[in-house]
């Protein structure tokens, strides 16, 4: 997770969240652990608030600006990599197929990640930067408000075709949100990775900067836990 002392710094540190030991020859990898489980789990079990929904954002952003400031591209933001904790920290989880870029390699063009969250320019194996986490977050953002992402009954090769051709994904009801929160969405989505803002452009957004302390979200997940443990 990264430094969110000072949101406007640049960040050289990670905190250290995780251990590796050799045994047996084996390595086993020894992390935290993250008692709230997925935001996909929060989705789906719950209705969010526009507050949450900046809480959430405003941590994701700082993990995804962290990386982009280190050259490394995530390639799969969706809701079952973005973890809870029931003190209402969030985190980013499983960098399987994250990229690192560097002056020496080119931008990768091939395509990585999960396509409904996947931007245009990764299905049409255009090379792409950073941006492409960000659209991702945007369908993200679509998932917390309507419960469900964009082209959810359909198949993984007719999303990839509607990604590419069928323009930006519309909300069913946007008169319902705020404008703030419509626009940073809008800011998310550009199809022009040139208009697409970035990570540390999003944390200046007004929605973002309204979001309040982390522990808000400690309710929303404890009565999600408490309902889990129920139907066990």
Not at 122 to 145: A, L, N
Not at 164 to 177: C, D, I, M, V
Request: charged share 25%.
């Amino acid at each position: 997770m990264v430094n969110t002392e000072n949101p406007k710094m640049k960040y050289t540190e990670m905190e250290y969240i995780g251990k590796g030991y050799l045994l047996g020859g084996e390595l086993w990898l020894v992390m935290e652990y993250m008692d709230g489980g997925t935001l996909s789990d929060v989705i789906w079990n719950t209705f969010l608030t526009e507050t949450e929904i900046a809480v959430i954002s405003w941590e994701c952003l700082q993990g995804l600006d962290f990386l982009h400031w280190n050259h490394v591209i995530y390639r799969d933001v969706k809701s079952d990599n973005i973890l809870l904790r029931t003190d209402g920290s969030v985190k980013l989880a499983d960098f399987g197929i994250s990229v690192e870029l560097s002056p020496e390699k080119k931008r990768p063009s091939s395509v990585a990640g999960t396509p409904w969250w996947m931007a245009p320019e990764v299905v049409t194996r255009q090379p792409y930067g950073s941006k492409v986490d960000i659209w991702s977050f945007g369908i993200v953002g679509i998932e917390m408000v309507e419960r469900e992402v964009p082209y959810r009954s359909r198949s993984p090769a007719m999303t990839k075709f509607l990604i590419a051709t069928a323009g930006t994904p519309q909300l069913r009801q946007p008169k319902l949100l705020s404008a703030w929160l419509r626009d940073f969405l809008s800011c998310c989505l550009q199809r022009d990775e040139e208009r697409r803002w970035s990570a540390n452009e999003l944390l200046q957004h007004p929605f973002v900067t309204s979001a309040k302390p982390v522990s808000i979200l400690a309710p929303l997940i404890t009565v999600l836990k408490r309902m889990q443990e129920r139907r066990m």
